[in-house]
């Protein structure tokens, strides 16, 4: 009899796993691997509420891992779910024992294993082998087995990983190795698994610190960073000790490479050396971050009231903007970010100098007016920290309304090369506030716009591409508007012409949801404003937007396209040949768009149709209404999670499965 824990629909969920575990094993991987992250954070709550899995309710779960770890055809994804699910399991001292005692322990968390096989050289599982031993890592003998094992040696080797996830993981766990295990002040003697690990943590941290060439120094700023955590959070005397083991490699590396992490670890030293002053709310306060970010909120609020702002006097002005230079070279990016996102609010704040004058901008209040920040917000620009960068993109769409064109090409820049998502989505949104000011269009505003389009839509950041597709939905706004006194050809033509439809098209293929929903939206408002249903009479218009055409590419995105077009066809020409058996209809009239089957090439490798052709048989109503659903639409439990990896598994094995009956996996 299943505990009341454990009743429907967990009982059910209980006679699922076995199943769940057999696909999984299968080696193939899922549409959506967020669905395994999901079946990870049911485990989890299970593990929490101090069940043993694998000896009462789950002993499929051992037979899986087993299976996995010694399959040499695993999927990356699989494999670092099976790692992180093994920490999990063995988190608990009962589980530990029924892992070891049946050698799965030995092997997962071998690296010489996964070497062997081949698979240490993907990322993802170097990442499931960290967070793996993050969860195991919470009792005495899994420390025991962690040094006994020899693990040390290569997560330490990980923390200098060329993969920045990894390194980061391995700080993260090194931390939480120090941190969870440091005795009580009051014990008298150490743990010897623990002595082990401090003098070889300890010892790692020193050489790493000891500046020689490029490569020693990105060594010396992850450990830097290590550092930093460690000092903030250890307790005496294990951060005595560890602080008098780096003490040297600090004074030699602070003479030669002055960088910010070095300066985070002088700050967290100091807190330690003087405790007093952090009581007492000094500079170096943890809340002075927050007191900086207030303050500049104050002054935005009171400057916005300032019913004269000219009679502030100049000396305030003066120290203002002596401050304001002042804190964007901060050591601390968040006093830097405060102080750029300052800028920009104050440039958004308009005010009166006299009654019967405009309103300006209250930048205009510092002495040198917005050209006086203008430099400053330019050199944020080169902030090491993704987030100023964003916050001096911001705050320049609120400076430079006059001179918008000024920035144009650096923001283009931006948007191809800066490795974070902050900056980009900033640049898309720069564009968005210009054009959305802008009373004329001129021919750089036009090109630029074509330029975010064609960037942002092929960006890797899932939110970059919304804020494109919200670029797109200003034009298309923009055209519809227009409708009434244009010709409908000419609109829908400027709109190709544009990329607008090119972005639209690609959005909606998008393996992120809410790109696809929003791109789908958009294309279904297009087909309804400008491409009027078959069966209506509008004679030569109707004609004449059927003529406008757009030129489809046989490559990425295109491809899905493509592949929704043949499936549609496909369709079709069955049911002609249904009716046509039974003599119901004598011909079925296809579009011409794509009753050529998309085996022809018209082109240098693109195919080229109607506009309208094209929304009409791309079937955006069924589309819009999947993905306005969620996997778990009918039940949010983990049965039906059980049930969707099952559907999900057996669909991805049949290669025929139509796109429009794929089960759809919610990673949102």
Not at 226 to 246: E, I, K
Not at 486 to 507: H, I, R
Not at 532 to 558: C, N, Y
Request: one cysteine or more; proline letters at 4%; charged letters at 20%.
């Amino acid at each position: 009899i299943l505990p009341p824990y454990v009743q429907y629909p967990l009982g059910e969920c209980f006679t699922l796993l076995p199943r769940v575990c057999a696909v999984l094993a299968a080696g193939s991987s899922l549409p959506d691997d967020t669905s395994l992250e999901k079946l990870l954070d049911w485990f989890s709550e299970l593990t929490t509420a101090g069940r043993s899995l694998l000896k009462v309710y789950c002993p499929c779960l051992l037979e899986f891992t087993s299976t996995v770890v010694n399959s040499a055809t695993s999927d990356p994804c699989i494999l670092s779910f099976t790692l992180k699910l093994v920490g999990l399991l063995a988190s608990s001292e009962d589980g530990f024992i029924v892992l070891q005692e049946s050698s799965v322990l030995d092997l997962v968390f071998n690296p010489g294993h996964w070497e062997k096989a081949g698979h240490w050289e993907d990322p993802c599982v170097r990442i499931g082998w960290i967070q793996g031993l993050r969860s195991l890592l919470q009792h005495t003998k899994a420390l025991c087995f962690f040094v006994q094992a020899g693990l040390i040696e290569p997560l330490l080797q990980l923390q200098t990983d060329t993969s920045l996830f990894v390194a980061s993981a391995a700080s993260q766990i090194l931390a939480h190795i120090l941190i969870f295990y440091q005795p009580s002040p009051s014990l008298t003697h150490n743990n010897q698994s623990f002595t082990t690990v401090v003098m070889l943590i300890s010892e790692h941290l020193k050489n790493s610190l000891v500046s020689g060439g490029d490569a020693k120094l990105h060594h010396a700023q992850q450990s830097l960073r290590l550092l930093v955590l460690l000092l903030t959070r250890l307790r005496p005397p294990l951060r005595d000790s560890l602080l008098h083991a780096v003490t040297d490699a600090l004074e030699e590396l602070l003479m030669t490479d002055l960088t910010p992490p070095l300066m985070d670890v002088i700050l967290a030293a100091h807190r330690y050396i003087f405790p007093a002053a952090g009581d007492n709310h000094s500079f170096f306060s943890s809340d002075k971050d927050l007191v900086f970010h207030k303050s500049y909120q104050v002054l935005v609020r009171w400057i916005s009231v300032c019913r004269d702002p000219s009679s502030i006097p100049d000396q305030l002005k003066q120290d203002l903007l002596g401050v304001v230079r002042k804190r964007v070279c901060d050591v601390r990016w968040e006093v830097r970010d405060s102080t750029v996102e300052f800028l920009g609010r104050l440039a958004a704040v308009k005010v009166h100098h006299t009654t019967d004058t405009e309103a300006q901008s209250a930048c205009e209040v510092l002495p040198g007016g917005s050209s006086s920040i203008t430099p400053v917000l330019e050199e944020a620009l080169l902030d090491p920290e993704s987030y100023v960068r964003a916050s001096a993109i911001s705050a320049l769409a609120q400076t430079q309304a006059p001179g918008w064109h000024e920035f144009v090409v650096r923001l283009l820049d931006v948007l191809s090369e800066d490795t974070e998502g902050f900056p980009r989505r900033a640049v898309v949104q720069y564009f968005i506030s210009w054009f959305s000011s802008s009373a004329s269009r001129s021919s750089l505003l036009r090109r630029s716009v074509r330029s975010v389009l064609s960037r942002g839509s092929a960006d890797l950041d899932w939110e970059v591409k919304v804020h494109t597709l919200e670029l797109a939905k200003l034009l298309l706004d923009e055209a519809l508007s227009a409708h009434s006194k244009e010709d409908t050809a000419a609109l829908l033509e400027t709109l190709v012409e544009e990329g607008v439809v090119s972005v639209l098209l690609s959005g909606l293929v998008d393996c992120d949801r809410p790109v696809a929903l929003k791109a789908c939206r958009l294309l279904i408002v297009l087909r309804e404003a400008l491409c009027p249903p078959s069966h209506t009479d509008l004679g030569t218009d109707r004609e004449t937007v059927a003529k406008v055409s757009f030129l489809l590419p046989k490559s990425g995105w295109a491809l899905e396209i493509i592949k929704i077009l043949k499936t549609k066809n496909k369709a079709e020409e069955e049911n002609a040949a249904t009716l046509r058996s039974s003599n119901c209809i004598d011909e079925l009239k296809l579009g011409e768009g794509y009753n050529k089957g998309w085996d022809g090439v018209s082109g240098a490798g693109c195919e080229r149709m109607s506009v309208c052709e094209l929304l009409s048989n791309l079937g955006l109503d069924e589309r819009v209404k999947i993905l306005n659903q969620s996997s778990d639409h009918v039940q949010n439990s983990p049965l039906s999670l059980l049930q969707d990896i099952l559907s999900a598994g057996g669909a991805h094995t049949q290669p025929n499965t139509q796109l429009m009956q794929e089960v759809i996996v919610d990673c949102y």
